[in-house]
């Protein structure tokens, strides 16, 4: 695949995913229902570069909070040696930490590792923005698994994810051995939840080879597993791999989705409120539940509940169902008033009227309150409908004030680039 796009990417911007990369990945994966593996050439820029993978590995073995397996199996206090500068040292630093746990392979891995790297959380949500117009937002939304270490075998064993998957290899190859979800629906092996799916754990695979399709996939590629297809990376020897993992997770319920929308709402006034009495009602036959009036401070507190539910909706959604836990830390290279700036086609922005004079901005996962609500509207609507625009302009037809704050506030959320 090529594009005649002229590439955008610098040290401030973050990569903008092609929609001809989504067109090729429907037709080449038949529209989600085929595994299919991705070339670099199908992106116009590299997404996740070896820097962003080896900071995110340090980022997590600094922190401690990460899951580590050696041969197979799971180790509650591992020893683990002190992490690299560089990755030059890389692949000593993880033959150190198995020979310390006194293994031949060991893996090191953090679910829900998107708290440990605003870059990488930024960059990924570039990517699934096309996943999300052409399918909607799943929810609870995207995960992104991190991987790392020094093994031949997926160290969970055979198991299957009940979310579509994309796997994307920085350092080292999967050799995935892949079957269809209903290859193993009659074979009597023992199932295992796993968080996302069935694991059948280490069992001997041999017996299944020769009916497994062979994938193989190499660093910088993206391999696209469909949600229930079982998989297997089997390769011959013990090769470093430093992997990102995103799952489009499906599987929320409407009591997850409300979870926090009633928790806020139970210390908000409207949850505080005093009910006092109820009024008396004379004996009387009512339509349906809907001719049933509640208290007024029943209604608010439901009200309270539903809005809570609504900027919930707004946060993940301007996102792009990215989920992470942690502000975005972009440094601050806007070098006012000189520079120009573009918004992101691939970062949505939501504007929430308050009052005559405020509201609230919605964009990358965040949201910030806003005055001058028709300044900071105007400033919205040129970002969304225009190619580029001079900060130069900008400060001698708007607010300077709000629209810096503002500007500064989107390009710490990744919402706008830099073009000059």
Request: aromatic residues 10%; negative net charge; contains cysteine.
């Amino acid at each position: 695949m090529t594009s005649t796009t002229t590439a955008r990417f610098t040290i401030n911007n973050t990569p903008l995913v092609p929609a001809a990369f989504w067109e090729e990945f429907v037709s080449l994966s038949h529209d989600r229902s085929q595994p299919v593996v991705l070339e670099q050439g199908a992106l116009m820029e590299q997404l996740l570069t070896l820097e962003d993978v080896f900071q995110l590995a340090k980022n997590i073995v600094d922190s401690g909070d990460m899951t580590v397996n050696a041969d197979g199996k799971m180790l509650k206090q591992p020893s683990v040696p002190e992490f690299p500068l560089g990755f030059d040292g890389f692949k000593a630093f993880v033959r150190r930490f198995a020979a310390l746990n006194n293994a031949d392979a060991i893996t090191f891995t953090r679910d829900y590792c998107l708290k440990h790297s605003s870059t990488v959380a930024a960059k990924l949500r570039a990517f699934t923005h096309g996943y999300i117009e052409r399918y909607g937002m799943p929810y609870p939304g995207a995960n992104a698994v991190f991987i790392g270490g020094r093994y031949r075998s997926t160290w969970i064993g055979l198991h299957n994810d009940s979310c579509d998957s994309f796997l994307f290899p920085v350092v080292g190859r999967k050799r995935m051995l892949i079957w269809p979800p209903t290859y193993f629906e009659n074979m009597a092996l023992e199932k295992k939840s796993a968080l996302n799916g069935v694991c059948f754990g280490h069992i001997d695979i041999s017996p299944y080879e020769a009916d497994a399709m062979i994938y193989e996939v190499a660093a910088g590629e993206i391999f696209f597993i469909p949600a229930g297809w079982w998989h297997y990376n089997k390769l011959e020897e013990l090769e470093t791999t430093l992997t990102v993992s995103v799952g489009m997770f499906c599987h929320g319920t409407a009591q997850g989705f409300c979870e926090n929308p009633i928790k806020a709402s139970m210390v908000s006034t409207a949850g505080k409120a005093p009910m006092g009495v109820l009024d008396y009602w004379p004996s009387q036959v009512f339509g349906s539940l809907a001719d049933v009036p509640l208290p007024a401070q029943a209604t608010r507190f439901i009200d309270t509940i539903r809005d809570n539910s609504k900027i919930q909706m707004l946060l993940k959604l301007s996102a792009n169902g990215i989920i992470r836990d942690r502000a975005l830390d972009r440094s601050d290279a806007l070098h006012w008033p000189s520079q120009v700036i573009s918004g992101r086609p691939d970062s949505p922005l939501f504007l929430l009227v308050l009052d005559a004079e405020s509201g609230v901005l919605f964009a990358g996962g965040a949201m910030l309150r806003v005055e001058q609500f028709e300044t900071v509207r105007g400033l919205v609507t040129l970002l969304q409908n225009t190619a580029s625009l001079s900060i130069a302009q900008l400060m001698r037809e708007q607010s300077c004030e709000q629209t810096l704050t503002v500007l500064q506030w989107l390009y710490a959320q990744a919402a706008i680039d830099v073009l000059a």
